[in-house]
Nanobody
Framework: QVRLVESGGRLVQAGGSLRLSCAAS????????MGWFRQAPGKEREFVAG????????NYTDSVKGRFTISRDNAKNTVYLQMNSLKPEDTAVYVC???????????????????WGQGTQVTVSS
């Protein structure tokens, strides 16, 4: 079992920056690929970014490329999402997720992830 707890979400003006954190506890963090998803009101959950267990491989949805950066610190059991140049359409609940590295290197597929956090609210005002 892996427990994931997100933090860092808040209200920010358009053009601003935020860094989200996801702290993991339980099984060996470095055994898992990690991902960030988001869900806005009335919309389906959307993949944002993913990172392999080593941090060497990442992927992003097109709408955040060049603005968001996913990273991880395996010594701190934490994955981060640095969000720059925020837009009102980035407003959502951001959720981190974990999938065993024996299953995938990195994944953008919701159904592949095995563990989920509760989420943190990000609101971008125009």
């Amino acid at each position: 079992q892996v427990r994931l707890v997100e933090s860092g979400g808040r209200l920010v003006q358009a053009g601003g920056s935020l860094r989200l954190s996801c702290a993991a506890s339980g099984r060996t963090f470095s055994s898992y690929a990690m991902g960030w998803f988001r869900q806005a009101p009335g919309k389906e959950r959307e993949f944002v970014a993913g990172i392999s267990w080593s941090g060497r491989t990442t992927n992003y949805t097109d709408s955040v490329k060049g603005r968001f950066t996913i990273s991880r610190d395996n010594a701190k059991n934490t994955v981060y999402l640095q969000m720059n140049s925020l837009k009102p359409e980035d407003t959502a609940v951001y959720v981190c997720a974990a999938v065993s590295a024996s299953v995938v290197v990195v994944s953008a597929t919701f159904s592949e992830y095995q563990y989920w956090g509760q989420g943190t609210q990000v609101t971008v005002s125009s």
